[in-house]
């Protein structure tokens, strides 16, 4: 005979049988109740009329979750395994604001954080082919981590120079009172956001103004570009060079039997 805590171990790690499908079904509406209620407590209109009820609500929604947290820990076969995990982690902090409010009230708004969990459903629905294509996008990220630092660390420095010139050419008169300020600007004119809220006034000023928004439209496409050559040599390397027999074609996926274009075995 199965323990209770093998039995509730499955019904809560594993996602085959129906009793188990139905609890991921419940937790998951659970978490989408939980961040709805959060969200709509932070518009004031909504929390002037219906606050205690939504204060009610965080609190059911924040008991429940520790208890499932409590029955995770308990059930898990490494409990320091889950604890460090990622999804370990997440459920932790998915309850952890809101006990952490009595102290510190505003703090509770953090459980937002809680609708991470909802990542749980590639692996309760098993989406393998989507979780096999964000593995190539986390690979092609990685692989262009350096080129994406070097291009930071360069736009970085052309705003502290282009920040530190208008500051001399403007001045506090156009509202470029400080270098520091001056580089704000000079990053909102170079993401070509442009708030409006300082501009600059004398020729000299919309000149170098105008050459810094040029350049952003340039700027703009480098990371993209990157990523996409990285991302195309990352979905390369994710296929086999197994040639078919039957019609010379490689490049099949890795878990592929037969060939996609004939259907020989391979």
Do not use: N
């Not at 509730?8 to 937790?27: G, M, N, S, T, Y």
């Not at 309760?124 to 994406?148: H, M, N, P």
Request: hydrophobic share 50%.
């Amino acid at each position: 005979m199965r323990t209770l805590r093998e039995r509730l171990h499955d019904i809560i790690f594993q996602h085959d049988d129906p009793a188990e499908r139905a609890f991921d079904i419940v937790v998951m509406c659970a978490i989408l109740l939980s961040v709805l209620v959060v969200m709509l407590d932070s518009v004031a209109s909504i929390a002037a009329a219906y606050g205690k009820y939504l204060y009610a609500a965080e609190w059911f929604f924040t008991g429940l979750f520790t208890l499932e947290y409590l029955l995770r820990l308990w059930t898990a076969r490494d409990r320091l395994a889950y604890a460090r995990s990622f999804y370990g982690v997440v459920d932790l902090l998915s309850v952890l604001p809101t006990w952490l409010s009595i102290l510190f009230p505003p703090g509770r708004f953090l459980a937002v954080l809680r609708v991470l969990r909802v990542l749980r459903v590639f692996r309760i629905l098993k989406l393998a082919e989507y979780v096999q294509q964000g593995a190539v996008l986390s690979a092609a990220l990685r692989a262009s981590r350096y080129k994406i630092t070097v291009f930071v660390c360069t736009v970085l420095t052309v705003t502290v120079v282009v920040g530190s010139l208008m500051y001399l050419i403007e001045g506090p008169t156009s509202g470029f009172t400080s270098i520091p300020q001056s580089v704000y600007w000079a990053i909102v004119t170079l993401t070509t956001v442009g708030y409006g809220d300082v501009a600059p006034a004398s020729p000299l000023g919309k000149t170098l103004a105008a050459t810094l928004m040029i350049m952003g439209y340039g700027i703009i496409a480098v990371p993209t570009g990157i990523v996409t050559l990285e991302l195309d040599r990352a979905s390369r390397a994710s296929v086999t060079r197994r040639v078919c027999r039957g019609c010379g074609v490689d490049r099949h996926d890795a878990d592929a039997t037969f060939c996609k274009h004939c259907g020989t075995e391979l």
